[in-house]
């Protein structure tokens, strides 16, 4: 007799049931709504020729990328701070034409744009003296605090007249945007240099749907004490405007609750339910770990301009490489990475002249000292060990520095390592390692820090260390290059397999299924803007 009996649902079963449920969620979501992304940096840059033509071209870095993977096919709007000229000329042609949203013409992007063009000096104080030296040190703690930070009169005047008008112009321009549409909106904020503008727009636009995400870690409050009581509740009041507050991982998440209990006046928290309450709104804390499009960077990774670059790349391999890959950034913790090298090749002179350490390294934050200290250090440090270790015979310089740009080349230079090293101190996620893990070629091993956010998801297949072991970062890049081949195949395989299960559409569609339920309660409410609590 045939078995009619039907099998209880497996696991798969279930994550795919619980996966499509979200997808419905979501499509109907931005059926209904309109959504709205707005970010510090745009997902294009534009350049003005001499005929007066404008021309687009795509957006670096990994939240843009990130970003504008997840939104092709959706109709959504970008707001993000000019910040070229050319950026400024375009948004200037769009005021004078009465054009309030502009359509990047050149680019596959399907979203329309708004620039948000405040003056030069608020736009440097706000990015050059507030966001990037002042809340990047801060949230990845890279101050040597007996010396470091000073908040000076300069810094107050960075607050006050930078930071909070930019982030109020922000707050405005979305709210223009927002009239364009019949729809209500939904609104996306990304990351630390917008941290005022939930709660600002919260102010004009009570039952918006607001959601921030915070791309970069959340340290514990005794840290956020170095920023002055006005500074730090600031921001978390301005992210309590929003509906849902998201991190990378779940510590960050649970420190921004510590956070705002130790100071906001107020709000009180429901760990158990991730979520804080405050002016009679409930906030949700969620995390979502970022990813990246597998399907884009493999196209990448073999597109015409990938495979030129490994015509020549071959001249940096040896019969070991080691491979790391960053913006030249005090947080990737990259001068420790070459004193971990240097202790691995004097501990273990057998590898003298059969490896090279290959950094490919991109400046950035030029306008800030400290990055441009970092960079000199990082060149002084290579330079020490080049002169300790370059035999003149045989021609080899251990560290090789690659300088510049190109994505083609970064994943050309990812297929060929035996060691990727990423010992960043903290980082939110590190999508390096996730595009090492998916492109690699040679079953090479991921030496990963435990301060990286990736280390949730790829650290029981990499081999961790702590980010300041120096000691122990030689020890791992040594573990790398002499593990049996079979545990290298294995771990590689595991590896890849995780990010291509979890790519970057995973953590977008989360987002819109938790903003969807939150809009489901907005809409369930009686009085509206949000779940109101007692
Ligand atoms: C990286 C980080 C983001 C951050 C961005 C800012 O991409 O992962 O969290 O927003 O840098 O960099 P930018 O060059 O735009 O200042």
């Known amino acids: 007799m045939p078995n009619t009996r039907e099998h209880p649902p497996t696991a798969i079963d279930i994550d795919q049931q619980e996966s499509e449920a979200k997808q419905a969620m979501v499509d109907s979501l931005l059926e209904n709504r309109q959504l709205i992304v707005a970010s510090n940096r745009g997902p294009v840059n534009f350049t003005q020729d001499a005929d007066g033509q404008f021309s687009a071209r795509q957006g670096q870095g990994g939240l843009v990328t990130a970003v504008s993977a997840v939104l092709k096919g959706h109709e959504a709007t970008w707001i993000a701070a000019a910040m070229t000229e050319g950026d400024r000329l375009r948004a200037q042609e769009a005021e004078e034409s009465g054009e309030t949203l502009i359509t990047p013409h050149g680019t596959d992007s399907q979203f329309k744009l708004r620039f948000v063009v405040p003056t030069e000096e608020a736009y440097h104080r706000y990015y050059n003296v507030i966001s990037n030296p002042l809340l990047w040190f801060l949230q990845h703690y890279l101050w040597d605090t007996p010396r470091s930070p000073d908040i000076t009169h300069q810094t107050w005047t960075a607050w006050r007249d930078g930071y909070v008008p930019v982030n109020q112009v922000f707050a405005d321009e979305i709210i223009v945007a927002c009239e364009q549409f019949d729809r209500e909106p939904v609104i996306m904020l990304q990351d630390y240099q917008l941290y005022l503008v939930g709660g600002m727009i919260r102010e004009k636009r009570p039952t918006a749907i607001i959601q921030h995400f915070v791309h970069i870690p959340w340290p514990d409050p005794d840290y956020w004490r170095l920023l002055p009581i006005e500074m730090r509740q600031g921001i978390c009041e301005g992210l309590l405007g929003c509906d849902i507050v998201g991190f990378q991982i779940p510590d960050h998440g649970r420190s921004f609750m510590y956070t705002c209990e130790a100071y906001v006046p107020g709000c009180s928290i429901d760990y158990a339910n991730k979520c804080v309450q405050w002016k009679g709104r409930k906030i949700q804390v969620r995390h979502y770990p970022i990813s990246i499009d597998a399907d884009a960077v493999r196209k990448t990774a073999y597109s015409q301009e990938a495979r030129a670059y490994e015509r020549y790349l071959p001249t940096h391999w040896n019969e070991f490489t080691i491979l790391r890959v960053d913006r030249a950034e005090p947080s990737k913790n990259i001068i420790r990475g070459f004193h971990a090298f240097d202790r691995f090749l004097e501990a273990h002179p057998e590898f003298q002249n059969r490896v090279n350490f290959i950094a490919v390294t991109q400046p950035s934050r030029m306008d800030v000292v400290e990055y441009r200290d970092y960079l000199d250090d990082m060149s002084a440090t290579v330079g ?63 030496v990963l820090s435990e301060g990286a956010g990736a280390a949730m998801q790829l650290g029981h297949d990499a081999l961790m260390v702590s980010p300041a072991d120096i000691e122990g970062t030689a020890e791992a890049i040594y573990t790398a290059l002499t593990m049996p081949i079979r545990e290298r195949q294995g771990r590689a395989r595991r590896l890849r397999r995780s990010v291509e299960r979890d790519d970057v559409s995973v953590w977008f569609r989360d987002q819109l299924a938790d903003i969807a339920e939150d809009a489901a309660d907005h809409l369930g409410s009686a009085d509206a803007p949000g779940a109101e609590v007692a």
């Open 384 to 446: 020490r060990i080049n002169a300790k270790y370059s035999n003149v015979e045989t021609g080899w310089q251990p560290v090789q520095i690659i300088m510049g740009e190109s994505y083609a080349r970064v994943l050309a230079a990812m297929k060929w390592y035996d060691v990727l090293l990423v010992n960043s101190i903290i980082d939110g996620m590190n999508l390096v390692a996730k595009e090492g893990a998916l492109i690699n070629e040679r079953s090479g091993v991921i």
